[in-house]
């Protein structure tokens, strides 16, 4: 069996091949993290009372909650302007508000 030494063609795209990756982006990996370690506890602390069906599921549910939350994408006809935004930007923009008063314009004039 020999070796073809020269130049050969890479393909450019490969199919299927980093699908994953667009589903399991850094934030979903840091949720699913969260996600986790929540997990763990909640078995663990329903384990000890008699209830480990509960725990699993509960964690298993918050879980998926936070990783849908990280990955999903808002359609850019849906929110006014932050379309194409994470789920959780648009929750932490909301949770801004309510707590600093803060109100966004498009246009205001200086004061004097």
Do not use: Q
Request: aromatic share 12%; hydrophobic share 45%.
């Amino acid at each position: 069996m020999t070796m073809s030494l020269g130049v050969h063609d890479i393909p450019r795209k490969f199919s299927g091949e980093n699908r994953y990756l667009k589903v399991l982006t850094g934030k979903a990996t840091k949720y699913l993290c969260i996600g986790g370690v929540l997990w763990l506890f909640l078995f663990k602390f329903c384990r000890g009372l008699g209830f480990p069906k509960i725990g699993f599921l509960t964690g298993m549910f918050i879980t998926l909650i936070l990783v849908l939350v990280g990955s999903i994408k808002v359609p850019e006809r849906l929110y006014l302007y932050s379309g194409g935004v994470e789920i959780d930007i648009i929750i932490m923009n909301v949770i801004h508000r309510k707590t600093k008063k803060v109100i966004y314009t498009s246009y205001m004039e200086k004061r004097r």
